[in-house]
């Protein structure tokens, strides 16, 4: 007789396997070993974004004088050849482009600072940042610098008002309340300083200066995007980390590191990467003033998160800078406004906003 089989238990290998599931309102991503939560909505924002900055630089590209048709336009840009090839690919793309680039790095830049102040209202033209870019620009074009100077100038102007900040709201672990108070106190200062040096300096010269703190982007275009892309390229290693990291900024210090983390050291990464866009990208276009305040919130309304989403911000920041500046050149055409005279007209209905809102709230 055979003897009967004996069943055979398999034993397990390794760790056992961890179901993951996404959250609600979430799919989940695998990128290799890695999980990664993709908020949906975020995503459908995201590719509305995109649709909406290609059509209005399409029609950036289109109006003007003269008109040229969106087919000519798409046309030029193919290289297909056309008698617009000199309007379109040498006077109009390249300020399409950097207003692109320009308000992409203020959105960052404002979702930064503001995910690290708690505060909505927190942006580089309110801590003083684009102040020290204004500052040291205004003393470049009053003292008879080389324009070549004017905004590398600009740049160190902002890192050291990014200094005075960092100087002044480190105690406490560059806590939130005392970062934003301390921004607000360097930008009065060094908004003063720049009245003096314009009422001491020759009126032609205070009155470019006067040009360049509105921030305009006439005149710019190839030379001062590349460098804001730069900036922005070599910032991507820790703009990735970013993403993730402004995901405990509305934790308080000791829940973040009860569970591990080091929340002054990333307070300081995430201040830090802002303030250095916001400085190099105010160095290149001038003090645009309220991209970097309004895109971050209303880019956190439009996916309805509860921090301002990073790549959501930088697309609504292109997209409002694209729209500004074409208003700003067809409104009141043949006079063109600078583009910082456009985005403080949408700023100013936004802080209104706010107010009423807050005041809703509290009753």
């Not at 009967?4 to 056992?16: F, I, K, L, Q």
């Not at 102007?157 to 990014?162: F, P």
Request: hydrophobic share 55%; charged share 15%; net charge positive.
């Amino acid at each position: 007789m055979t003897a009967p089989a004996t069943p055979v238990t398999e034993r397990p290998t390794g760790r056992p396997r961890v179901g993951v599931t996404a959250l609600p309102g979430r799919s989940l991503l695998r990128i290799g070993p890695v999980n990664v939560q993709v908020r949906r909505r975020s995503v459908l924002v995201a590719a509305t974004l995109v649709v909406l900055l290609l059509a209005a630089g399409l029609l950036s590209l289109s109006l003007g004088t003269p008109y040229v048709a969106p087919v000519d336009v798409l046309r030029a840009l193919s290289g297909a050849g056309t008698p617009y090839d000199l309007v379109v690919l040498d006077l109009r793309l390249p300020r399409l482009v950097l207003a692109a680039v320009a308000g992409a790095a203020f959105g960052v830049a404002g979702t930064l600072i503001q995910s690290v102040a708690r505060n909505p209202l927190a942006s580089p033209d309110v801590v003083g940042i684009t102040q020290g870019a204004g500052l040291a620009a205004t003393v470049a074009l009053t003292t008879g610098a080389a324009a070549v100077l004017v905004a590398p100038a600009a740049l160190v102007g902002g890192l050291v008002a990014a200094v005075l900040l960092f100087v002044l709201g480190a105690r406490h672990g560059l806590a939130a309340q005392r970062f934003v108070l301390a921004g607000v106190a360097v930008a009065f200062a060094l908004r003063a300083l720049t009245e003096v040096v314009m009422l001491t300096a020759d009126p032609i010269d205070g009155l470019r200066a006067q040009i360049w703190l509105i921030g305009t982007l006439a005149g710019k275009g190839w030379t001062e995007s590349l460098w804001i892309a730069l900036t922005l390229a070599a910032l991507l290693p820790v703009l990735a980390w970013a993403g993730w990291a402004l995901n405990s900024t509305a934790l308080d210090d000791d829940t973040a590191r009860g569970i591990g983390l080091r929340p002054v050291a990333r307070r300081v990464g995430l201040a830090g990467t802002g303030v250095l866009a916001a400085a190099m990208v105010t160095a290149q276009v001038g003090a645009v003033d309220f991209v970097a305040l309004v895109a971050p919130q209303l880019a956190r309304r439009l996916v309805r998160a509860e921090r301002p989403p990073l790549l959501c911000a930088a697309l609504l920041g292109a997209l409002l800078l694209v729209l500004a500046d074409l208003g700003g050149r067809r409104l009141f055409a043949p006079t063109q406004l600078p583009a910082g005279v456009l985005t403080a007209a949408i700023g100013g209905p936004y802080l209104i906003f706010l107010l009423l809102r807050g005041r809703r709230r509290s009753s």
